[in-house]
């Protein structure tokens, strides 16, 4: 079954530091998602993107914040400056571009298995 | 805020059904129910959707009330492998606000 891949699975950033964190969505999949979990809290909503640009995003995701397809394949996040409170789980997700509602309809989304990012 | 109330643990015997509420009391017309979980920290695994009609896919059942204010997710046959937090969240389809908005879900301990 295809399903979503992240990289790195562990990164390790001094505070500062630019981070991207990188995802590989599902193949036909058009709708494009990042979304955050700190340690023990909830799933955080931080942007969703669709045909190469923003959809909407949550007040999390500041100017420090940006996401990017590079090519066909890759869908990225970028912190320019990390601050300690960036670490978390950081998931990415993706969905389909449902036919019959002409948009994500009430298409699921499927999610990696995340990359952890520690802030020192 | 999530817009659903799920109790914050349950238990089940291995080999039995668990059956998971979940109260949406104030789900609109345009919103789906879907369950979500989430095993030891990785990512969160769709299992189930629905809008009005009981739904069953390979991994679980999806019970909605008549008036859709409530709903019941239910594994027929727990494995210890279910042990897992687990989301009920409603969205609205084909809006503006694709994304998914997490509660606190229900940790649900499967025990030999």
């Known amino acids: 079954e295809p399903e979503v891949t992240q990289t790195p699975s562990h990164q390790v950033t001094q505070m500062g530091q630019e981070v991207i964190l990188r995802c590989v969505p599902i193949?036909?999949?058009?709708?494009f998602y990042w979304y955050r979990q700190i340690l023990g809290q909830k799933v955080e909503f931080l942007v969703s993107f669709y045909n190469n640009e923003i959809s909407e995003k949550s007040e999390i995701f500041d100017d420090q914040f940006s996401v990017e397809r590079p090519d066909g394949s890759n869908f990225t996040l970028k912190i320019r400056s990390t601050k300690l409170e960036d670490s978390a789980m950081y998931f990415c997700?993706?969905?389909?571009?449902?036919?019959?509602?002409?948009?994500?309809?009430?298409?699921?989304?499927?999610f990696g298995d995340g990359t952890r990012l520690s802030i020192l | 805020d999530a817009k659903t109330t799920q109790p914050p643990s349950m238990d089940c015997a291995e080999g039995r059904a668990a059956n998971l509420p979940c109260n949406h009391s104030t789900i609109s017309g345009n919103e789906y129910v879907y369950w979500y979980r989430q095993i030891h920290s990785q990512g969160p695994q769709y299992i189930i959707h629905g809008l009005k009609n009981n739904e069953t896919n390979e991994m679980a059942s999806l019970i909605i009330t008549e008036d859709r204010k409530s709903s019941t997710l239910i594994l027929p046959h727990a494995t210890l492998r279910d042990t897992a937090v687990y989301y009920c969240i409603v969205r609205v389809w084909g809006g503006s606000q694709g994304n998914l908005i997490f509660g606190k879900g229900t940790k649900l301990s499967v025990k030999p």
């Open positions: 997700a993706s969905s389909v571009w449902d036919r019959v509602f002409e948009g994500y309809g009430n298409q699921p989304q499927h």
């Open positions: 193949s036909n999949h058009l709708y």
